[in-house]
């Protein structure tokens, strides 16, 4: 191994299926295009196969209902298609013991795999727990891959973070003290830091906030407050709330049904180039395309 080499990751251990999925998967979707994502709640396993944006609307929501099985069945397969945002979610799934025993290794693991295929989530995630400690053992050299990695996608948290570990003696601003504890397992205390941020004018911080009441991650698991949070960072530009709001429109999870709002925030958050909004942007125009 040459010196500077990172040694390389384990690999998310897909089921047999999963591994034939993975090998024809993209000549597949080639094949046989993009459904609209209007039916994501009522899709099967072939829907999102065809169409992985569809699959992560319906876990998505299946997320948002405490219903983690469900959504761990559909992330386990759009995993087996390499899926980054599948393998980031089932991830997370692990770090917080949500519908199974906590498990940090296997969280470790996929987040590792995400990162493997591009995800900039899973990079960046991994590069603030390597960066921090606490959850997993502090690796400052693992740390500045993954968030060099997450910052050439342009991932603005990764950037600051890798300024804060070369600049030791710069005062962190009150989202990145936020950041740092959520890294550290300290997520009570990382609300509060974000609740502060807030007030600060800081439109991530009300994202950050609205994930957390969503998954009940330090704080009391909430949907309701949860859009709401989302709703102000998403008017503030915050491209990650803009997602997570037409998702809960699209869906019914966390607000009342309405396609075209949903459609709005889907847009502006695609027009960031917000990778999940992206592809589900581009399922929606090939739709409207086709005769």
Same mark, same amino acid.
């Given at each position: 191994?040459?010196?500077?080499?990172?040694?390389?990751?384990?690999?998310?251990?897909?089921?047999?299926? !999963?591994?034939?999925?993975?090998?024809?998967?993209?000549?597949?979707?080639?094949?046989?295009?993009?459904?609209?994502? #209007?039916?994501?709640? /009522?899709?099967?396993?072939?829907?999102?196969?065809?169409?992985?944006? *569809?699959?992560?609307? %319906?876990? +998505?929501?299946?997320? %948002? *209902?405490?219903?983690?099985? !469900?959504?761990?069945?559909?992330?386990?397969?759009?995993?087996?298609?390499?899926?980054?945002? !599948?393998?980031?979610?089932?991830? =997370?799934? @692990?770090? /917080?013991?949500?519908?199974? $025993?906590?498990?940090?290794?296997?969280?470790?693991?996929? +987040?590792? @795999?995400?990162?493997?295929?591009?995800?900039?989530?899973?990079?960046?995630?991994?590069?603030?727990?390597?960066?921090?400690?606490?959850?997993?053992?502090?690796?400052?050299?693992?740390?500045?891959?993954?968030?060099?990695?997450?910052?050439?996608?342009?991932?603005?948290?990764?950037?600051?973070?890798?300024?804060?570990? !070369?600049?030791?003696?710069?005062?962190?601003?009150?989202?990145? &003290?936020?950041? #740092?504890?959520?890294?550290?397992?300290?997520?009570?205390? @990382?609300?509060?830091?974000?609740?502060?941020?807030?007030?600060?004018?800081?439109?991530?911080?009300?994202?950050?906030?609205?994930?957390?009441?969503?998954?009940?991650?330090?704080?009391?698991?909430?949907?309701?407050?949860?859009?709401?949070?989302?709703? =102000?960072?998403?008017?503030?530009?915050?491209?990650? @709330? &803009?997602?997570?709001?037409? =998702?809960?429109?699209?869906?019914?999870?966390?607000?009342?049904?309405?396609?075209?709002?949903?459609?709005?925030?889907?847009?502006?958050?695609?027009?960031?180039? +917000?990778?999940?909004?992206?592809?589900?942007?581009? #399922?929606?125009? /090939?739709?409207? &395309?086709? $005769?």
């Amino acid at each position: 191994m040459a010196p500077n080499q990172l040694p390389r990751p384990p690999r998310y251990a897909a089921k047999p299926a !999963a591994r034939m999925i993975a090998l024809h998967g993209a000549l597949a979707l080639a094949l046989l295009g993009v459904p609209a994502l #209007a039916g994501a709640q /009522d899709s099967q396993v072939e829907d999102w196969l065809r169409n992985p944006a *569809m699959g992560n609307y %319906k876990a +998505y929501a299946e997320f %948002k *209902m405490a219903h983690y099985a !469900a959504a761990r069945h559909i992330w386990e397969t759009l995993a087996g298609l390499g899926n980054a945002d !599948a393998l980031f979610n089932l991830g =997370v799934l @692990a770090e /917080d013991g949500l519908g199974e $025993p906590q498990d940090l290794r296997k969280a470790e693991a996929l +987040y590792l @795999a995400g990162a493997e295929v591009g995800g900039f989530k899973a990079q960046y995630r991994l590069g603030l727990l390597y960066s921090t400690g606490g959850i997993l053992q502090q690796d400052l050299v693992r740390a500045r891959h993954y968030l060099g990695l997450a910052a050439a996608h342009g991932d603005q948290d990764a950037r600051s973070r890798l300024q804060a570990l !070369a600049q030791a003696d710069r005062p962190l601003s009150l989202f990145e &003290q936020a950041e #740092a504890l959520s890294g550290s397992g300290r997520h009570s205390e @990382a609300a509060l830091r974000y609740q502060e941020a807030m007030a600060g004018g800081e439109a991530r911080a009300h994202t950050r906030l609205g994930w957390m009441h969503e998954a009940g991650r330090g704080v009391e698991r909430d949907l309701d407050r949860a859009a709401r949070l989302f709703r =102000v960072g998403a008017q503030r530009g915050d491209a990650e @709330a &803009q997602y997570a709001l037409a =998702v809960m429109y699209r869906t019914g999870r966390g607000l009342e049904k309405d396609r075209t709002l949903s459609l709005q925030w889907l847009q502006r958050a695609a027009e960031q180039n +917000y990778p999940p909004a992206v592809a589900a942007w581009r #399922a929606e125009q /090939d739709n409207a &395309q086709r $005769p």
